[in-house]
């Protein structure tokens, strides 16, 4: 008895022990899961910082509400700074450390931003390459490598022009509507203090120019002797311009303002100045690819830098995936017809760029139409200086009556120059 007792007792106690160690081991388990979620949590957390242009910061905050509602599940905290788009390479490489993780850029400043190391490839290349316009893909590709998302193909410029005093036939030629707007004592202007916008008048002559292999000097023969068209050609149809009664240089700003209080009734700008356009000249709002110029007895088709914007990640991101997940969003189909719906800005994506809408904008199209006549900005920085000084002295109509040829060869001399970049 005693012995079947001994027995029951040890039989007992076995299944306790063996109890007890299942509710030990399940406490350990829960204290498992408990971390890990806590763990888990403190992933979900994502902190970015976006940069945006202050133009655009209400559009960005919106795009930024809607990916966190496509991505609820994660908790973010995403802060929004005031930066200049044309900024973004000098405050990337200043600081890339301290950079923000996402940020808008033009084309032409991502070649040196891929050179110091500091932009993330994107991800997911055939798919944003077949979403989007070929050039925009090529102009962000470095080594066969994409290193942005592209964001619009309206990084250029057209001529607007008042429907109330043009006609299609004025506006195809610079000499017609320099006759109508002096007719009228009105102007058509273009910032020739800016090396941007003269290019025009050099891009389609047969004068080259370029920037080396070195990305940092240029190659340039704007003074030419034995062309079809000399550079002492393209400098005296500057002087004529300069001197008709119905043209005016002057800076983006003045274009504006001139178009509001009725002086302006034509000039060269780009897609950003939409709006103030259309508000000032209502029904009368017009843009057109630009016109062709007389130039050693010819008429010439001005030509035009083009370029593209996109949204680019920092290499050194603390988040690369969900930084590059929020620059696609930026870029995709519905946030491009987004940004054209809100801001006129000429869509990258090919679905979105198709939709009937975007060719109804006059100045979407004409900045498309001129695309053909255009080149992508590649330029080493000794060009900027040189051409702006060139261009106020054409503007000023070469108030010293210094020798043509001698301004050119100065011209080239300073455009080629070896500079830092």
């Given amino acids: 008895m005693k012995r079947a007792m001994a027995m029951m007792l040890a039989a007992t106690m076995g299944v306790t022990l063996l109890a007890g160690c299942g509710v030990s081991n399940n406490k350990s388990t829960e204290n498992a899961v408990t971390e890990d979620n806590s763990s888990n949590k403190k992933e979900k957390a994502v902190k970015l910082r976006v940069w945006s242009s202050e133009s655009d910061m209400d559009l960005t905050n919106q795009m930024i509400e809607s990916f966190k509602e496509a991505n609820s599940g994660t908790e973010f905290e995403i802060t929004v700074e005031e930066a200049e788009?044309?900024?973004a390479r000098d405050n990337l490489l200043g600081n890339v450390h301290g950079a923000a993780d996402v940020f808008?850029?033009?084309?032409?400043?991502?070649?040196?931003m891929v050179a110091g190391g500091a932009l993330y490839p994107v991800t997911d290349a055939d798919q944003i390459t077949a979403a989007n316009d070929d050039g925009s893909i090529q102009a962000a590709t470095v080594d066969d490598?994409?290193?942005?998302?592209?964001?619009?193909?309206?990084?250029?410029?057209f001529m607007y022009y008042n429907k109330k005093y043009f006609s299609d036939s004025d506006v195809a030629t610079l000499d017609g509507?320099?006759?109508?707007?002096?007719?009228n004592g009105k102007y058509v202007t273009m910032d020739w203090s800016s090396g941007w916008y003269l290019?025009?008048?050099?891009?389609?002559?047969?004068?080259?120019?370029?920037?080396?292999?070195?990305g940092v000097t240029n190659h340039?023969?704007?003074n030419a002797i034995i062309t079809q068209i000399k550079g002492v050609d393209v400098a005296q149809a500057l002087l004529d311009i300069s001197a008709n009664p119905g043209f005016k240089s002057c800076v983006d700003t003045d274009f504006v303002a001139g178009v509001q209080d009725g002086s302006v009734i034509a000039g060269v700008s780009g897609c950003w100045n939409a709006t103030q356009v259309k508000a000032a000249w209502g029904d009368d709002y017009g843009a057109v690819k630009l016109p062709t110029y007389t130039c050693a007895g010819q008429q010439i088709q001005m030509a035009s830098f083009k370029g593209y914007k996109y949204m680019a990640v920092n290499a050194?991101?603390?988040?690369?995936?969900?930084?590059?997940?929020l620059a696609e969003w930026f870029t995709n189909e519905d946030n491009q017809k987004l940004r054209f719906e809100q801001k006129d800005q000429g869509p990258a994506n090919k679905n979105a760029a198709a939709d009937d809408a975007v060719s109804k904008v006059p100045a979407i199209a004409a900045v498309m139409d001129q695309a053909q006549f255009g080149k992508l900005q590649r330029v080493g920085n000794s060009y900027w200086d040189a051409t702006s000084a060139f261009g106020e002295t054409m503007?000023?109509?070469?108030p010293s009556h210094t020798d043509l040829q001698e301004l050119m060869d100065s011209l080239v001399s300073e455009i080629t120059k070896t500079v830092s970049n």
Avoid: R
């Fill in 220 to 222: 340039c023969n704007w």
């Fill in 104 to 112: 808008p850029v033009a084309d032409d400043q991502i070649t040196s």
């Fill in 316 to 325: 050194y991101t603390s988040h690369p995936e969900w930084a590059t997940k």
């Fill in 199 to 214: 290019y025009s008048f050099f891009g389609n002559t047969g004068l080259d120019f370029g920037v080396n292999d070195d």
């Fill in 395 to 398: 503007a000023a109509g070469n």
């Fill in 85 to 87: 788009d044309s900024a």
């Fill in 177 to 183: 509507m320099l006759s109508v707007a002096a007719a």
């Fill in 145 to 157: 490598t994409l290193y942005a998302y592209p964001m619009t193909a309206d990084n250029g410029y």
